[in-house]
């Protein structure tokens, strides 16, 4: 909610960002939650963005890879990384200038990469209510951990209602996982 009537610049570790670009980068990380959907991946997608340019991006594959840790936000930091390989950046000083757009509030274990890998500020639409890192379970993005990174600003409530919207059309689906009921499908056949 506070994004959306953001007028003015937010920052966080010495980053800033203008209502212009929230709702700019939002909305490509909308489109990116989408793909998920049509992906049947749990619909978060996620941008992070240096100096006014897309150095990761990244939505939800853990059906896909099968595994559970292939978040949107973890599939953006590899690219980011593959990025400053690329360009020959050190990716420290690229993370700490960078800004990360979710369309969900990061998890717990992605608020806690997001810390180790010192991104300062993190715009995100709706609350995670099962996993939240950013204060919805646990407040990993600003709590006093010694030796864990660094805290993060967030800006959260930016199209809160459409991705929330995208999560529950994506709960309402059957099953997430087809190929797994297919294969129960089979068996069930022939028993
Ligand atoms: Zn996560």
Redesign the pocket.
Known sequence: MEAKEASTPATGGGCSVSAEEIEKWMEEAMQMAKEALENIEVPVGCLMVYNNEVVGKGRNEVNQTKNATR?A??VAIDQALAWCRGSGRSPSAVFERTVLYVTVE??I??AAALRLMKIPLVVYGCQNER?GGCGSVLDIASADLPNTGRPFQCIPGYRAEEAVEMLKNFYKQENPNAPKSKVRKKECQRS
Do not use: A, D, N, S
Request: net charge negative; hydrophobic share 40%.
């Open positions: 978040h936000e973890m990061p998890c274990m992605c996993f």
